[in-house]
Nanobody, 122 residues
Framework: QLQASGGGLVQTGASLRLSCAAS????????MGWFRQAPGKEREFVAS????????RYGDSVKGRFTISRAKAENAVYLQMNSLRPEDTAVYYC?????????????????WGQGTQVTVSS
């Protein structure tokens, strides 16, 4: 199971840190990632990280503002979101990749969390 937390309502320019903890079967040998989905839009890739945290990937819309990291000992992944914009408003999902690498496509993931809402007001 994946449990995401840390979402909330913030103003433009604020920061949030999302957390995702994997319980049960360990994800320590798998890449992990974050996706988001806004109302009426398709799920969008946000960021991913490989199994040992050495390689990361980011969606174009969040590059330079968001940072993904992971804590293998805690079987957790984090998303630090800075300089938030109204267009970042969405439900954010964490996921465990099928492989060890930082997958960027949703079909590259085998397990998904329940999502946490992020709302950025203008």
């Amino acid at each position: 199971q994946l449990q995401a937390s840390g979402g909330g309502l913030v103003q433009t320019g604020a920061s949030l840190r999302l957390s995702c903890a994997a319980s049960g079967r360990t994800a320590s040998n798998n890449g992990m990632g974050w996706f988001r989905q806004a109302p009426g839009k398709e799920r969008e890739f946000v960021a991913s990280i490989d199994w040992n945290g050495s390689n990361t990937r980011y969606g174009d819309s969040v590059k330079g503002r968001f940072t993904i990291s992971r804590a293998k000992a805690e079987n957790a992944v984090y998303l630090q979101m800075n300089s938030l914009r109204p267009e970042d408003t969405a439900v954010y999902y964490c996921a465990v990749a099928r492989s060890a690498g930082p997958a960027t496509k949703s079909y590259g993931y085998k397990a998904w969390g329940q999502g946490t809402q992020v709302t950025v007001s203008s």
